[in-house]
């Protein structure tokens, strides 16, 4: 089958690589319908992590189940599917509590679960290809109606849409709270979107990325360019308050500051400072242990200046780690299906496979027209 393979530092390729076949009885194999490019993608793409070249990377995956373990009891060959990006058992006591990303039977390092296509996150293959090997197929599987309808919302529920929603659940977001999130990128904007789905009165949005900020506006929050000025005082303007009640970081630990350099702590800080005393913050930007491409010996170990006195003085809380995009995806998708989500509207590009490298490029590179990107293998 065709695949995007890694080739090295800003390289992908589409190449023939083997099938994926049935390893374990509860496996599925999925053909690929739409699967997306991710910022986390570029993490690996960028070269800034110890991804190997010759993976597939691809955790943002649906299609249409081909093949069928023996084991596996509810999903059928030819129903429609999404699966979200953490592999995870469905069983163990975690995965029982909704915290798949944290599956203890996948059990990656001892702490951490699986994920498609990424490195670090165990041994599955991703889905930028033909076909993917879904394990704990009964669990991973979301069932989705069949036809082609929605294509482009249900593949959000692979990962930036429920992502997007659990940062508002870890940041306590309720209905009339103002919002503001760090990071117009996709994942930013779905965290907006699901805090204005959950009623929020204002959201702000902060980024310097011009046409990212213009997909801001048209959803109705309100644009924050920090090139403009400290984007803390701005908010604090804007508000004519103490801040606001809830702050999302959608950006990371490749954060750059408005000279351009990068700045891994800059967020977390500047979210202590936009948020009001007592008020929540919710990390869905990535952060690791080590970042081999780090601008100084501190955040090389994954050590960051944050400032936890402030952070302590106003009495916040802070939730943190991996999206378990399992466990709000059911609920997400029945929202797409009764028309009252649409967060398709955040992809601008539907494309076939052998585009990758291309796409790749112009994502990474926040091109306009670029914003979310869907590989369709056969499109
Ligand atoms: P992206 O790279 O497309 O978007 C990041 C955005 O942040 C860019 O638009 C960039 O201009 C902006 N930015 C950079 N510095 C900034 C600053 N100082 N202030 C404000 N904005 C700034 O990536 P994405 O796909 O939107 O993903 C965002 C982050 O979320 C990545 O770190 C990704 O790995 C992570 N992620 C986490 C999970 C999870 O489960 N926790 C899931 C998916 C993605
Ligand atoms: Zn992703």
């Given at each position: 089958m065709k695949a995007v393979v890694y080739k090295g530092p800003f390289e992908v390729a589409v190449e023939e690589v083997e099938d994926p076949k049935i390893q374990d009885p509860t496996d599925v194999i999925v053909r690929i319908t739409s699967t997306a490019i991710c910022g986390s993608d570029l993490h690996m793409y960028e070269g800034r992590t110890d991804a190997e070249p010759g993976i597939t990377f691809g955790h943002e995956n649906m299609g249409i189940v081909e093949e069928v373990g023996d084991g596996v009891h509810v999903v059928k060959k030819g129903d429609r599917v999404v699966m979200p990006f953490n592999v995870a058992c469905g069983f163990c006591d975690n995965c029982r509590k909704g915290k798949s990303a944290f599956c203890l039977t996948v059990n990656v390092d001892g702490f951490a679960g699986g994920a498609y296509g990424?490195?670090?996150?165990?041994p599955y293959a991703g889905g930028q290809a033909e076909y993917l090997r879904v394990p704990f197929a009964d669990y991973n599987c979301v069932p989705l109606p069949e036809g082609t309808e929605h294509e482009k919302d249900f593949a959000l529920l692979a990962d930036i849409f429920p992502t997007g929603y659990h940062s508002t659940e870890l940041a306590g977001v309720r209905p009339g709270d103002t919002v503001a999130v760090y990071g117009a990128g996709p994942v930013g904007i779905m965290a907006a979107y699901s805090a204005q789905l959950k009623g929020a009165s204002r959201v702000f949005v902060v980024d310097n990325v011009a046409n990212r900020l213009d997909i801001v506006k048209d959803m109705g929050a309100e644009p924050i360019n920090f090139d403009d000025g400290d984007p803390v005082e701005q908010i604090h303007d804007a508000v004519q308050d103490y801040g606001v009640d809830r702050g999302i970081d959608a950006v990371g630990y490749q954060a750059t500051a408005a000279d351009g350099e990068e700045q891994p702590a800059v967020v977390l800080n500047q979210l202590v400072g936009t948020v009001k005393a007592t008020g929540g913050l919710g990390i869905i930007g990535l952060y690791v242990p080590?970042?081999?491409?780090?601008?100084?010996e501190h955040s090389a170990k994954g050590e960051l200046l944050f400032k936890v006195g402030k952070f302590f003085e106003k009495g916040q809380t802070m939730g943190t780690g991996q999206a378990d995009a399992k466990q709000y995806a059911h609920t997400l998708r029945d929202l797409i299906i009764a028309g009252r989500?649409?967060?398709?509207?955040?992809?601008s590009k539907e494309l076939p496979l052998e585009d990758a490298p291309d796409a790749y490029e112009r994502f990474d590179k926040r091109e306009e027209g670029y914003s979310k990107v869907l590989l369709q293998p056969g499109r």
């Open positions: 990424y490195v670090g996150m165990g080590s970042d081999p491409g780090a601008p100084d989500a649409k967060p398709g509207f955040i992809v």
